[in-house]
Nanobody, 126 residues
Framework: QVQLLESGGGLVHAGCSLRFSCAAS????????MAWFCQSPGKEREFVAG????????YYAGFVKGRFTISRDNARNTVSQQMNSLKPEEAAVYYC???????????????????WGQGTQVTVSS
């Protein structure tokens, strides 16, 4: 029902920055909690960052330590991730996810999200 299309991943050197985005279809985007997850080979999909429907609340995984910023533009049905000072271990496929349940909580488990993007590859060279 809702399609999420990611773009902007790529290859960067350790210590550099990258920004990527997710565009959503539909007319109710502003009601969704949106989040970014990452997954590397052999690992479980892991929460990275989330943002409330209005954009007024954000929540980040502890390893981010102020280096990442999630934002959204509801007029354009997009959510973005700015990642600074990237580390090699943060190379992964990053997935955009949408929670349509009108929750007041930014949830951190994959089963709580209803729609997923196809993933965008982030490669960090040392």
């Amino acid at each position: 029902q809702v399609q999420l299309l990611e773009s902007g991943g790529g290859l960067v050197h350790a210590g550099c920055s990258l920004r990527f985005s997710c565009a959503a279809s539909g007319r109710t985007f502003s009601t969704y909690v949106m989040a970014w997850f990452c997954q590397s080979p052999g690992k479980e999909r892991e929460f990275v960052a989330g943002i409330s429907g209005s954009g007024g609340t954000t929540y980040y995984a502890g390893f981010v330590k102020g280096r990442f910023t999630i934002s959204r533009d509801n007029a354009r049905n997009t959510v973005s991730q700015q990642m600074n000072s990237l580390k090699p271990e943060e190379a992964a496929v990053y997935y955009c996810a949408a929670d349509r349940t009108l929750t007041l909580v930014i949830r951190t488990t994959t089963s709580d999200y209803d729609y997923w993007g196809q993933g965008t590859q982030v490669t960090v060279s040392s």
